[in-house]
Structure formats: C-alpha cells, structure tokens
C-alpha cells in the first residue's frame, strides 16, 4: 500500500515539475460530439468543418481541463489553474481554432494519440507557438475521459524562422524586381580550369591565351547560369528563362569573347571585382551596349561558385554620345564634316603629312541671289545639294569639310596634282548629275586647288586654292554679265 502511495507521489511530483507545460483533460465531450456528428451523416470531416467553420468552437468547448502543472501557469502568466481555466476563452482563441484541424482528424480517425503545431495565447495577450502531443491514457480509451496534453512552446525558434523566411523573400524581392539586369552564376569550373594552366607552370597569360584562344571558349561554355531576374528577361526579349537560357549562345558571341578573355586576364591577377563596357544581342540579334559589374561573392571566394552580374544598357546612352560626337565633328545641315574638324585635320596633315596634301577649296555660285529672290530655305536645299555632291566624291582618307556659309574645302592626304585635277573633274561631272536630279536653279561651284609637298607650309596651299576659287567665281560672274560688290563676299 505504501509503494502504491510512493508511486503516486512520485507522478504527483514528475507532473508538477514537468519542464514542458502538461495538461491532464477530460476528452468525453469530444468524443461524444464526434458521434453526434457520425449520427448526422458527417463522413468527411474535414470538409465538414471547412464547410461550418463554427463547429471548430463546439470542440473547444468539449474539452475539460482537469489539471495542469507549473510550467503550464508560468507559460500562460496564469497565477493559478483557477485563473487560468476562468479564461480558456483567452487561451484558446483567434487563429488557435484554424490550426486544430489537424488534430480533430487525427482523433476522428481513431487514433490514441495526436500532434500537431498550434497556436495558444497567454493571459497577458502573447501569442504563443506550440507543438502539441496528446496521448489518451490506458484504460480510458473507451471514455476519452482521461487525455494527457504536452505543449512545447517553440514561439522563439518559429519566430526566427518567420524572420528568415521574411529576409528570404525580401532579399528574392529585391533580386527579382532590381531595376538592373541580375545574373546569378557557377564560376567555379573557370576557376578549376586556371588553376590547372597555372599549375602547368604558365606565367605569362596574356600570351598563353593568344597562343590558345580556344581556352576562352571552353571557359566560356563552363559558365553555369543559375538565376536571373525579371528585368534580363526583358532586356534580351525572353519570354522565360528556359527561353534565354537556350538562347544564351546567341546573347555572348562576337565582341562578347574579346571582352571575356581581358575578364579572364582580371581572375587571373585576382581581381574578383570588375566592371567594364561589353557588347552583348538580345534574342532578336540586336546588339545592346552594357556597363557590367562583376563580383564574386564574399562567401564563395575559394571556389567562385557563386558570382553575381549586374548588367545596365547603356545602348542609349552610347547613341547619345555618338551623336554628340557626330555634332562636335560634323556639319549638320550637309552631313559633311565642320570647320572645328577641318582646322584639326589640317593641324594633323601639317605635322604628319602623308605627303603631298592636295587642297580644294569651293565655294556655291549665285546662293545669295537664291536666298534674297526664294528665301533661306531654297538656299539651304542648294547647300544640301553641295553636300550631296561632296559628300560623294570623297572617299577616306580624303575629308570634305563646310567651313563657312557656302565655303567648303576637300582635303587630300597623298594627293598630287593628277589626283586633284581627277577630283575636280568627279566634282564637275556630279555637279551636272545633281542638276539633272534636281528641277529649276542648277547647282554651280566655284573651285580652286593647290597642292603641298614634303616642306611646304599646308596654309600657304590653303590659302592659294582659295585664291584661285575666287578667280574661278570672278569668271563665272564676268560669263553671266553679273557685277559682284565684293570679291570673296560671303553667299554670293
């Protein structure tokens, strides 16, 4: 009897001090809702409650909390069971009854036993996460009159998850809505791949891959792509990234391997952090200009097994420039070039020649008579003209410039005179084309040309072909019974 009485005592003890919260419970109630239930026809339970989600509330209230122990009271901040049984309400409520489910069916199966992960709520309003196990004691399984509860509170340890899973989607967020083109990749057979060149005793590898250019190849097709985000889809005109991903061969190619193999030339001295101005084509075959920046990520270092690519097109912006430059060298009214590169080609050929440098200068007949009689428009269509004309008979390294109003000058690196006399026969034999193509007024240019040889300052050339141009306009004018108030008048 005294053994009996120990024995008591002892489970009296291990339950009250039970480090995790226990609940002994009266699961009659339950049980006899379960038959009410049966007796309605209720076969799926499950769809039942998803149906009549207030029945969820009827099994709460069938249960009868008996005894708890210590740990149960501190978890809930209950000063006592009779408190804590007052506000079972408080307990077990809010999302607490959407996450019974699964134990409901654990018992409506027949099951002895249960788990599940739950949510209660302290006294004092924390919400707590709990892993539940519930066991219906031996020699109550008829009666369900006596089921012992264990709750494990891993609040802290679902909480930490919850913020890392946050932090995850956060980050994927961040990776997939970047207003810049991301490409995650494996580098690591690269890295392989030089440190076996490196270990056959290879310094120089610059030379070595001149030598082997195919290294750069096989490099190149040992590039893994792991990811990329939405953005690069659209830069390359994707519809999906199996789509880009099969059609990776079409994007790198041509200028791409030129700029890879100075890439490669970095990983080899070790720089894991590069950017540089590559030239890449969507899946159309359109080239794109992209700034790139490349980095190998901190953690992946030993291996290179994880490298992040930022890609911005840039194609705009290049256009822009080209066609800022295109201004800074250019006349935009002809096509032809301007009078700041002239003056710099003509400082170029002075100092480096090829000699001899045969010189034109030209100049429109009759475009102020043509502006004062049809306007400025007439007179600009008339300048087009010249430049048409020009811009036709020249070809590199030769340079047809307008330097003034209606003043143009052909410059002609190598040029002697046979050379120039042929260039003004092309220029004559155009100008009777241009008139032909064109109705009412004919195009006329007046033209002068010298030529400077090996020693022979290119400014005195210069300045004798435009002597000779006026001469030439002089006649013209004389021919046509036309008086000029001012030789060397600017549109006349």
């Not at 101005?277 to 190998?296: D, K, R, S």
Request: charged share 25%.
């Amino acid at each position: 009897m005294s053994s009996a009485l120990s024995s008591q005592a002892d489970f009296e003890h291990m339950f009250e001090l039970a480090p995790v919260s226990l609940w002994l419970e009266d699961f009659s109630g339950v049980r006899a809702l379960f038959a009410r239930w049966r007796s309605q026809g209720v076969t799926d339970l499950a769809q039942f409650l998803r149906d009549n989600p207030q029945r969820l509330q009827e099994y709460g209230a069938s249960i009868r909390v008996l005894q708890v122990n210590r740990r149960t009271l501190e978890l809930f901040a209950a000063p006592d069971q009779a408190t804590l049984e007052a506000n079972l309400g408080q307990v077990f409520c809010g999302d607490m009854l959407a996450h019974a489910l699964p134990e409901l069916l654990q018992l409506w199966e027949g099951a002895p036993e249960f788990a599940n992960q739950t949510v209660n709520y302290a006294l004092d309003g924390r919400r707590l996460d709990v892993q539940i196990r519930g066991r219906i004691l031996p020699g109550h399984e008829g009666s369900w009159a006596r089921v012992l509860v264990s709750l494990e509170d891993n609040t802290a340890a679902l909480q930490a998850q919850r913020r890392l899973q946050a932090s995850e989607e956060y980050a994927r967020g961040l990776f997939e809505h970047s207003p810049v083109s991301l490409w995650v990749e494996d580098f690591s057979a690269v890295k392989r791949l030089l440190d076996e060149v490196r270990a056959r005793g290879i310094v120089d590898f610059k030379t070595f891959l001149k030598v082997h250019p195919e290294f750069a190849e096989q490099c190149m097709r040992e590039i893994r792509v792991i990811d990329v985000n939405a953005l690069t889809l659209q830069m390359f005109g994707a519809a999906s990234k199996e789509e880009l991903l099969a059609g990776i061969h079409r994007i790198f190619h041509g200028e791409m391997r030129e700029s890879f193999s100075e890439q490669l030339l970095d990983l080899w001295d070790g720089k894991l952090f590069q950017q540089r101005e590559v030239i890449n084509y969507n899946l159309a075959g359109e080239a794109l200009n992209i700034h790139m920046q490349f980095a190998v990520l901190q953690e992946q270092q030993h291996d290179w097994s994880r490298v992040l690519l930022s890609l911005v097109d840039i194609t705009a912006r290049k256009k822009a420039e080209a066609y800022l430059e295109y201004l800074g060298k250019h006349d935009v009214l002809t096509g032809l070039r301007n009078r700041a590169f002239y003056v710099e080609e003509l400082n170029r050929l002075s100092r480096k020649g090829p000699w001899p440098v045969g010189v034109l200068a030209i100049d429109v007949n009759g475009l102020k008579v043509l502006n004062d009689e049809q306007g400025h428009a007439a007179g600009d269509a008339m300048l087009r003209r010249a430049g048409e004309v020009l811009g036709k008979a020249v070809d590199k390294p030769m340079c047809a410039a307008r330097i003034g109003g209606d003043e143009f000058v052909i410059l002609m690196p190598g040029a002697d005179e046979r050379a120039v006399q042929a260039m003004i026969d092309r220029l004559t034999s155009l100008q009777e084309l241009n008139s032909q193509f064109y109705p009412g007024q004919a195009l006329s240019l007046a033209i002068g040309s010298a030529v400077a040889h090996a020693g022979e300052p290119l400014d005195v050339a210069m300045h004798q072909a435009d002597q000779a141009m006026y001469t030439q306009k002089a006649r013209h004018y004389a021919a046509r019974g036309l008086e000029r108030r001012a030789r060397g008048a600017t549109g006349e």
